[in-house]
């Protein structure tokens, strides 16, 4: 089953639980977002404890083709991000996905 995660909801959610104004929580995801985004602009990559790592590959340049006309075409060599799941969080959505499978089975 698969339910929407937005940011929005989120907000709204950790403002109700925690009697938080969302104003407040929203400022602070921002920052936490916004802090993840410059480690890894800067240092290649972010850790984020039972969740996973963040880091940047460089891909490289190769010549692509066009599927309308065929045509090749030059791609730039670009720098991608790559998440890493932790194991924690690998072994947590592997228990789901099991408990999952054997309820349908």
Do not use: C
């Not at 339910?3 to 400022?27: G, L, M, S, Y």
């Not at 921002?30 to 039972?50: E, L, T």
Request: hydrophobic share 35%; proline share 3%; aromatic share 6%.
């Amino acid at each position: 089953m698969t339910v929407d995660f937005t940011q929005a909801q989120e907000i709204k959610k950790i403002a109700h639980q925690e009697d938080i104004p969302a104003v407040d929580v929203k400022r602070i995801l921002d920052r936490y977002i916004s802090d993840i985004r410059s480690s890894v602009k800067s240092n290649g990559k972010a850790s984020i404890n039972n969740l996973g790592t963040f880091r940047v590959r460089k891909h490289h340049a190769y010549i692509g083709r066009n599927p309308r006309t065929g045509e090749k075409v030059n791609v730039p060599a670009k720098m991608r991000i790559h998440f890493t799941a932790s194991t924690i969080f690998k072994a947590e959505v592997n228990e789901e996905f099991n408990t999952e499978t054997e309820s349908n089975n």
